[in-house]
């Protein structure tokens, strides 16, 4: 099972950017998936997750400003990001669970993430 996520970068505060979470040795068809992130400094933050159905749930830091969603065929997972500000600074990862507490206990299958830093 691997997940390489892909997409951050640096942009200032209101600006925009895509994730992806690529997987392989399993199928997205299969399991819910989440967004975690750490700060700097910080212990790890769920963000958001999709499970098999569809169904999508938000930390109510990025509700409104960040949607989640996942393309099976393409065994890719996706964290549209809008209106970031300086608080979303943090490196992403994806994590094969749907619940917050059960996808930062499984940090050590994370992938490396990807780095978002938004400037003020």
């Known amino acids: 099972v691997q997940l390489v996520e892909s997409g951050g970068g640096m942009v200032q505060s209101g600006g925009s950017l895509r994730l992806s979470c690529a997987g392989s040795?399993?199928?997205?068809?299969?399991?819910?998936m989440s967004w975690v992130r750490q700060a700097p400094g910080k212990g790890p933050e769920w963000v958001s997750s999709?499970?098999?159905?569809?169904?999508?749930h938000y930390a109510d830091s990025v509700k409104g400003r960040f949607t989640i969603s996942s393309d099976n065929a393409k065994n890719t997972l996706y964290l549209q990001m809008n209106n970031l500000k300086p608080d979303d600074t943090a490196r992403y990862h994806c994590?094969?669970?749907?619940?917050?507490?059960?996808?930062?206990?499984?940090?050590?299958?994370w992938g490396q993430g990807t780095q978002v830093t938004v400037s003020s």
């Open positions: 994590a094969r669970a749907g619940d917050p507490t059960l996808a930062i206990t499984l940090r050590g299958s």
């Open positions: 040795g399993f199928s997205f068809r299969d399991y819910d």
């Open positions: 999709i499970n098999t159905f569809g169904s999508t």
